[in-house]
């Protein structure tokens, strides 16, 4: 079964703080990532993919990727009361557009 | 680009009436739609894979036969809950992929979502 597993939080952090989100996954074939952003009450948006090796920057928003490791991550930096969301970390399975979604990691920055 | 809409935004229903859901892409045309549910403080749940011009794809454990689909377009997807209970109130939510020259095509974009109560 492929999986994509992330921890739950709830993460807390200072406001100013970098927050890091962490995301592991089973299937060696995967390609290609996504962070995606869940307010509660709201539907996903997407952060930001990244599908090779090494960090991706966009904003106050880095993605890290290590395949050998099967390790994706998400920082936040300088992070504000409104990051507080739960980040859902998502591959696609080899050959399709499915996602495999992680159950998503709970962030509060607290002001 | 890449925005996607749903109708209606909340619907509220008596036991045993049916809902249909619509799915839109509004900036591209998407041969593949996916609809997912969520419950409260529960993470996304793939029901289907939504595909034009062709049967939809259920995951295992999603009656075909409750919740139909139809893709009858490039850019309409529906999603009827046939004879709804309490049990299927949840928030229903359509993700697409783009066709869009300059995005990257496994990227998906999600609706707004729908928030159904069944009373």
């Known amino acids: 079964q492929k999986e994509v597993e992330q921890n739950s939080g709830p993460l807390s952090v200072p406001e100013g703080a970098i927050a890091s989100l962490n995301c592991t996954y089973s299937?060696?074939?995967?390609?290609?990532f996504f962070w995606y952003r869940q307010y509660s009450g709201k539907s996903p948006e997407l952060i930001m993919f990244i599908y090779s090796n090494g960090d991706k920057e966009d904003g106050r928003f880095t993605a890290q990727l290590n395949k050998a490791s099967q390790y994706v991550s998400l920082l936040i930096r300088d992070s504000q009361p409104s990051d507080s969301a739960t980040y859902l970390c998502?591959?696609?399975?080899?050959?399709?557009?499915?996602?495999?979604f992680g159950t998503g990691t709970r962030l509060k920055v607290l002001a | 680009g890449a925005v996607v809409s749903q109708h209606p935004s909340w619907v509220i229903c008596k036991s045993g009436t049916s809902v249909k859901i619509e799915c839109r892409s509004l900036?591209?045309?998407?041969?593949?739609m996916f609809w997912y549910r969520q419950f409260p403080k529960q993470s996304l749940m793939l029901m289907a894979t939504?595909?034009?011009?062709?049967?939809?794809?259920?995951e295992q454990g999603v009656e075909k036969d409750k919740f139909l689909i139809n893709h009858a377009s490039l850019t309409l997807s529906t999603l009827t809950v046939t004879s709804a209970h309490p049990e299927d109130s949840s928030f229903y939510i359509c993700s697409a992929p783009p066709q869009l020259a300059g995005l990257y095509q496994e990227t998906q974009y999600f609706g707004p979502g729908t928030r159904l109560l069944v009373l």
């Open positions: 998502a591959a696609p399975t080899s050959g399709t557009y499915k996602y495999i």
């Open positions: 900036d591209f045309q998407a041969t593949t």
């Open positions: 299937d060696r074939g995967s390609q290609s």
């Open positions: 939504s595909n034009e011009g062709s049967k939809a794809t259920y």
